[in-house]
Every structure is written in C-alpha cells, then in structure tokens.
C-alpha cells in the first residue's frame, strides 16, 4: 500500500498561494494520486488527481515530479472558504477502488 | 446528473438498539458503493464496499454489516449497537471502471450518536 505522509496542519492568510506537499515514496507504477477536500460535518470532495508532470483545474494545481515519490496540490490566491481538510491518497491500481484516508492536513486561512 | 441521497442526517440511539442507514444513488447503473466512518477528529475508516448487487467486501470486522439490495441502494446495518459505533457515517459512489474510481462522490454522511 503506498502510504502517504503530509502535514498535520497549514496556516495561512486571505489571498496567498497555498502549497500542501505530500510524499508517497513506494508509489507504484500504475498508482494515481488524488486528492480531497473535506469540510466540517460533511463528505470529502474531489479536488483533483494527476499521474505525472502538472494538471490544472478551475479549483487547484497538482505538480508531480518525475521520480512521483510526492506531489504538491497549489491552491490559488486562497480565501476563508478554502479552510478545509485536504487529503493526499494513492489509490492502488488493482485495489478494486478502496480508498484509504489518512489524517489529511488541515488548513486554516485567516482574514 | 448522478445523485446521492443518504439518510437519516442525524440520529441518536441507545446502546443495544438496531439500526439501518439507507443511501441510494441516482443518474448512474453499477456503480462502486462504499460505507465510511469517521470519529471524532480526521480520518475516515472504510467499513464496507460494493462492486455490484450482493457483493460485500468487509474492510474492518466490528459490530455492523452492509447489504445491497439493488443496484443502486446500500445499507449499513446492526443489530445491536455499541457506544463505540458512534461517529458520522458516509456513504459513497464512484465510477466501476479505470482511473474514475479513485474519483468518489460522497453523501451528506450520518451523524450517530449512541447512548
């Protein structure tokens, strides 16, 4: 199982880029990484999720370097609202789609 | 547009009672079905999951059970519950097939309070 280690927590301020790194150093060939966010009292949300190089969406940017052993999710100019949990996981490719959740990083956006 | 509709949205139970939490899915056919929990604090624990109609796979032995009925419609299950089964309960869906279902779309989740 590729485990995957990020911070326990972030702080940061209204209108700054915010980058949350995650390593899953025994990535294996045909594992994705994914990422969610999740608000109190409710489910996660899929923010994003990339393979190699960089993906970009409307909601973040996911940059992952050749040797894929990490992977940063960029948010953009953040605001209050981004004050969430964001969880990195790597789905294993024959695991039938189990997620395995770990405790997520947690980040707080001050005014 | 797919959907998911889980509930009820709160619950509270005493010790010993049973209990059933439904959650259906609209808009899709043969999706992937999973049953979490999560305590107090981060971190959601995979209970149960679905490929299709009777096939339940258990991730963590405990005191629940899941079934699924139809297609779409999931539903966790106990006999008796304990103190230690409350937390919020999340059900969710994704696509059977490729790399769409690491994507999951989650219910609006179950807060249950056993006392």
């Known amino acids: 199982l590729a485990k995957t280690t990020q911070p326990i927590s972030m702080d940061s301020y209204e209108g700054q880029e915010v980058n949350i790194t995650c390593s899953h150093n025994n990535i294996a060939t045909n594992d994705y990484i994914t990422w969610y966010q999740q608000f109190p009292s409710q489910g996660p949300r899929f923010i994003i999720q990339g393979y190699k190089t960089k993906v970009t969406n409307e909601v973040a940017s996911l940059f992952i370097p050749a040797d894929r052993k990490s992977s940063t999710l960029s948010l953009p100019r953040v605001s209050l609202s981004d004050t969430a949990v964001y969880y990195c996981?790597?789905?294993?490719?024959?695991?039938?789609?189990?997620?395995?959740f770990g405790q997520g990083t947690e980040l707080s956006v001050k005014p | 547009s797919q959907t998911i509709h889980q509930w009820p949205a709160t619950l509270v139970q005493p010790v010993g009672s049973p209990l059933s939490l439904e959650c259906t899915v609209e808009g899709t056919s043969n999706p992937n079905l999973y049953w979490y929990r999560q305590a107090a604090g981060r971190g959601l624990q995979l209970l149960f999951y679905?490929?299709?109609?009777?096939?339940i796979s258990s991730e963590v032995p405990q005191n629940l059970s899941a079934s699924r009925p139809q297609d779409r419609q999931f539903i966790l299950s106990s006999k008796k519950l304990l103190l230690s089964d409350s937390g919020f309960y999340l059900c969710?869906?994704?696509?059977?097939?490729?790399?769409?279902?690491?994507?999951?779309?989650f219910g609006a989740g179950t807060r249950l309070s056993v006392l």
């Open positions: 679905s490929v299709g109609i009777g096939q």
């Open positions: 969710a869906w994704s696509l059977s097939g490729g790399v769409a279902k690491n994507i999951q779309y």
């Open positions: 996981l790597v789905p294993l490719y024959n695991q039938g789609g189990k997620l395995i």
